[in-house]
């Protein structure tokens, strides 16, 4: 707790205690804190992380709110989950449960790491006033309910304190004729147009076995949020003013990877459709069979890598020296018969065998790794990304994925897996808010927690 105070202070947003509040701690204390950077995780450093001292109320959801609250807790702040009594988050029972049948989800073990989980239900004056009162001595607050529902609960941005960062995720965005409508991934992937990117011209649009759209989201939630703590420490006013609200929405974040396709529809009439495995007008990229029977990825372009590669397959004839190859829009011409080539190449070698002379070559090549196949590459390992750690009640320990980025001075790290629901409900509510025994068997009757 000395050592969050002092970061604090350093980041210009100390918070000094209410009056109204006097239980209330002016820096929320992490019960635990030092275990948790210890014997409690494999891969524990002796560096909090770069956000410690940020304090984070969560009322995210499922799998962007979760993203967007993970990424802050795994760089060291400190993050209260804010579930409703009973169900928990819909995270918990997606897919495969840790128990086979039973117990929390694997995906919520993963996405649920590094934080303290409460429970409050929404619905009810007293869940609201818990969330009321976290809040007012919290940095940042994440939700991503559908617009319009917290400002209902008068727990929107104006309801509360005016420095603190209000992190929203949402389908549409908070405005507009669309931003009332729900948004799941699956739908705002197809609104923000990687959907119609995606897959073979002749065949229906496909999306991939995971909810980018949703992960996208929270990214550039997590991103706009330190962004704005940023500029919330640069003009040091603490307290009394400088919070924000942080707009992120899962179709925004889509059409944020769009590169260049939305000047190209409007100053060259062009609208970039799917292009199967390969990518247009970029020449040569793709996936080849190999004769093996697996498939390998090749990218070429780029006029002196192109020659290299077009030397390695044996067509020297075809480097970018021939006028017909010489740059990547005489290579667009002749797409069919440069791709004809490395496809007979791949071919009539192993995969071991293409990988080795296109490295050879200094050509990008690589195999197409299945989630297996990475758990026991090397060079994964190598990168620290995989780590071990338990919930912070003990028990099973098992193989999260690392967050990224590495940070070589201020790394994040897995303290502790997914709590269970409620884990932490009287060790937020009697520690910090200073609840009574009595007080919280009267909201537990109630159904507010």
Not at 72 to 93: H, M, N, S, T, W
Not at 250 to 263: D, H, K
Request: one cysteine or more.
């Amino acid at each position: 707790n000395t050592m969050l105070r002092a970061v604090a202070h350093s980041l210009s947003i100390a918070h000094p205690p209410c009056s109204s509040m006097g239980m209330l701690a002016s820096v929320w204390t992490v019960p635990g804190y030092a275990h948790a950077f210890s014997s409690n995780a494999t891969n524990s450093n002796s560096h909090p992380g770069p956000l410690a001292g940020i304090r984070v109320l969560d009322l995210g959801q499922v799998v962007a709110g979760n993203f967007c609250g993970g990424t802050l807790a795994y760089f060291g702040a400190d993050v209260i989950k804010v579930e409703p009594p009973g169900k928990g988050d819909a995270l918990r029972a997606l897919r495969m449960l840790e128990n086979g049948t039973s117990g929390n989800s694997l995906w919520w073990r993963v996405s649920g790491r590094n934080r303290r989980c409460i429970t409050a239900n929404l619905h009810t004056p007293a869940g609201r006033e818990i969330v009321k009162q976290l809040s007012s001595h919290a940095d940042v607050l994440i939700e991503n309910f559908r617009p319009g529902v917290m400002e209902k609960w008068g727990l929107g941005p104006a309801d509360l304190k005016q420095s603190l960062i209000y992190t929203r995720i949402s389908g549409y965005g908070q405005n507009g004729p669309r931003s009332g409508e729900p948004g799941y991934a699956s739908v705002c992937e197809a609104y923000g147009g990687f959907r119609s990117l995606n897959g073979f011209p002749d065949r229906e649009p496909v999306r991939p076995n995971l909810s980018l759209g949703d992960t996208l989201a929270g990214l550039h939630a997590a991103f706009g949020t330190v962004m704005a703590l940023l500029h919330r420490q640069r003009l040091g006013v603490g307290q009394k003013g400088g919070g924000q609200v942080v707009d992120a929405s899962i179709s925004e974040s889509v059409f944020n990877m769009l590169e260049s396709c939305i000047t190209e529809a409007a100053e060259a009439g062009v609208s970039r459709g799917p292009s199967g495995s390969t990518i247009s007008g970029v020449v040569p990229s793709g996936t080849f069979q190999t004769k093996s029977g697996k498939h390998v990825i090749i990218g070429g372009n780029g006029d002196s890598v192109y020659s290299r590669l077009m030397a390695a397959i044996g067509r020297p004839d075809m480097s970018a020296d021939n006028p017909q190859f010489a740059t990547n829009n005489d290579r667009c011409k002749h797409v069919d018969l440069i791709m004809s080539e490395i496809s007979k190449y791949c071919a009539e070698h192993t995969l071991d065998e293409v990988v080795a002379t296109m490295n050879a070559a200094r050509v990008p090549c690589g195999p197409i790794l299945t989630v297996s196949d990475i758990l026991q590459d090397e060079h994964y390992k190598a990168r620290g990304m995989f780590e071990k750690a338990s919930p912070p009640k003990g028990g099973r320990e098992m193989t999260v994925p690392a967050m990224l980025p590495v940070l070589s001075k201020t790394p994040g790290a897995t303290r502790w897996t997914g709590p269970d629901l409620g884990e932490h409900t009287e060790e937020v509510l009697r520690g910090e808010l200073g609840y009574s025994e009595q007080k919280m068997a009267e909201l537990r009757a109630s159904g507010a927690i």
